[in-house]
């Protein structure tokens, strides 16, 4: 059974940091690229990073590029995001999700992030 597993999440300051991890299980986790998305209130869900299945290539959200860092380990069918100097509108509750294949129905709980002081 495909799970995605996200976690990391929390109330952090303007300019705090976070890092979060989203575990899978289910499918052959090095097979697959990954994304993290994120979802605000009131708003549709967007993709915020992605990286190739070997961890070679990341992408990111334009708003976010400088500050997040999206990594992988495929041991471990583990992916995670390193989130800095965090601001308000980043403030979602965040997904990790193949972006494509078979799998890409499937979704986790997300984790909450709320940026404020």
């Known amino acids: 059974q495909v799970h995605f597993v996200e976690s990391g999440g929390g109330l952090v300051q303007p300019g705090g940091s976070l890092r979060l991890s989203c575990a899978v299980s289910?499918?052959?986790?090095?097979?697959?690229?990954m994304k993290w998305y994120r979802q605000a209130p009131g708003k549709e869900r967007e993709t915020v990073a992605g990286?190739?299945?070997?961890?070679?290539?990341?992408n990111y959200k334009d708003s976010v590029k400088g500050r997040f860092i999206i990594s992988r380990d495929n041991v471990k069918n583990m992916v995670y995001l390193q989130m800095n100097s965090l601001q308000p509108e980043d403030t979602a509750v965040y997904y990790c999700?193949?972006?494509?294949?078979?799998?890409?129905?499937?979704w986790g709980q997300g984790t909450q992030v709320t940026v404020s002081s």
């Open positions: 999700n193949t972006g494509w294949g078979p799998y890409s129905s499937y």
């Open positions: 289910g499918f052959t986790f090095s097979s697959y690229p």
């Open positions: 990286i190739t299945s070997n961890g070679g290539s990341t």
